[in-house]
């Protein structure tokens, strides 16, 4: 319900700004509260309880936008039952690697699941939302239409089950695979020429590389790469 309070990562610590930030509806709609990584980059999931049992929130959301290490998704749910909340877990960013098995599953853990099917899907621009439990289903359907939209896009919900099958294939795996061992030599190779990546290392597709202690920003070595055609 509105006012409800939600606890999410933290935007600045690698989350997304629909888990709460002020500037989304989120945000706006629920009264927030954040976790984040700890210097190591790391999320401790003793400081998440600590929060949660300190705000009491009535949603806890796992999932990130910048975090290249393995989400513990049972833990969240332990947390989670502890206080009372439930928990929801956006994938968007990790879903390719989940279906492959590599990234450990958010189900059973999740009372809620959501994800993009346009990033590591690779399937058209759209989204899914993913539950267990009927009566849940039953509110989010509603919540969806009448509440936000209609108008089904049948030719994008077709091209959802065309990509879906692709993800189901043994080629998808092999893939999948592949994308984390790519990530893991080029964090590698980046580590041995002496750059510094938040949580020295990779579990998925991300490295992400901090410019803490050089002379230039990220922003810097964005323009830098866009000007190269790397984008």
């Known amino acids: 319900n509105p006012g409800d309070k939600i606890l999410g990562m933290d935007l600045s610590h690698g989350g997304h700004l629909t888990h709460g930030a002020k500037v989304s509806s989120s945000g706006k709609m629920y009264e927030s509260c954040f976790y984040g ?3 190591d980059g790391r999320i401790d999931c003793e400081k998440v309880r600590e929060i949660a049992k300190k705000e009491k929130p009535k949603l806890i959301v796992c999932g990130a936008s910048a ?11 332990e947390i989670a039952d502890e206080v009372g909340a439930y928990l929801f877990a956006d994938i968007a960013h990790i879903a390719g690697l989940v279906v492959a098995g590599e990234h450990p599953s958010p189900f059973p853990h ?5 994800s993009t099917t346009h990033k590591t899907l690779r399937g058209p621009r759209g989204g899914i939302i993913m539950t267990n439990d009927e009566e849940l289903a039953k509110k989010i359907n509603s919540a969806i239409f009448p509440g936000i939209q209609g108008g089904p896009l049948m030719h994008v919900i077709a091209a959802k089950a065309v ?3 692709f993800n189901l294939s043994d080629e998808w795996k092999v893939y999948a695979k592949q994308v984390r061992t790519n990530a893991q030599v080029l964090a590698n190779v980046l580590m041995d020429r002496k750059f510094k990546l938040v949580s020295d290392g ?5 490295v992400l590389m901090s410019f803490l202690d ?5 922003k810097d070595a964005d323009l830098a790469l866009g000007n190269a055609g790397i984008t």
């Open 37 to 39: 990584v700890e210097l």
């Open 110 to 114: 999740a009372h809620v699941v959501s």
């Open 67 to 77: 975090y290249a290490r393995v989400i513990d998704f049972a833990k969240f749910r």
């Open 214 to 218: 050089r002379e230039f920003s990220g």
């Open 202 to 206: 990779t579990d998925n597709h991300l």
């Open 163 to 165: 990509g879906f099958k």
